[in-house]
């Protein structure tokens, strides 16, 4: 990130060099079944897909050309949750849905691919995100869905949807956990201190924003879409690009 936002400013042939080998590696590198990193198989799901929004942002900070990226939209949209969200545990996470969101934006910018269905899933996350906003104005990290034995049924259903007994497994797995420990409070790793659940806090209010803006680029008619966001210049969480360098 840092060599990014130098040589976009200096032009520094040393960065270029540099940043082109970041490139080669992460291009040969990458899953052509998914667009995603990493080994095993969680990498191909929710765990995949958070790392790798990371290393593209870096992409199209650099206007670098994405492999796979119908892949890419394949997975994201995929990987939604029937409550639109993205977390395996039912009722968000503040993380997943800026991650999907914003590649799932980029790319609509970026290719003429599955994009009304890109609409349609940006449509149901920004429902879900609006929901998690709290009276004091803050958003939280997730709305803890309780125990329901139609909860279980529903994700039965979603077997046949997903087609994915290992997705299944991995959904079913964090519900039981989810229900059967009753967490009552999460750790981020952004703060020392844990929290519950539907507690406002900066890091949630911040990310569930930023998805709101994102998602408010492509929905017409969206009264968010008229804000003038306040995107950060350099890439990293925050960062988004200019209109002018849009595919409309």
Known sequence: IFMAY??????????KATLDTWFDWHDHYQNPQTGFWGEGRKANYIDGLGGAYHQY?????????IQYADKIIDRT?????????????????SC??????????????????????????LESVMN???NMQNPDGGFCWARKVPFQLKRYSRMIRDLYNHRSMYYWYLNMRATVRSDTLNMPKIRTGW???ARTWEDSSIFDTWFRVLTIAECSEV????PFGKFNWGYLKAP??????????RKN
Do not use: C
């Open 219 to 222: 929905l017409n008619g969206n």
């Open 128 to 130: 879900a995100v609006m």
């Open 77 to 93: 949209l995929f990987l939604q949750q029937y409550d639109g969200m993205y977390s395996p545990y039912l009722g968000g996470a």
């Open 236 to 245: 990293g969480l925050g960062w988004f690009p200019s209109k002018m360098h």
């Open 191 to 193: 703060t020392k201190q």
């Open 6 to 15: 130098e040589w976009k400013r200096t032009r520094d042939t040393g960065l």
């Open 57 to 65: 942002v870096v992409y199209n900070y650099m206007e670098r050309p």
């Open 96 to 121: 997943y849905e800026l991650d999907a969101v914003d590649i799932m934006v980029q790319l609509y910018f970026r290719h003429d691919y599955r994009r009304r269905e890109i609409e349609i899933a």
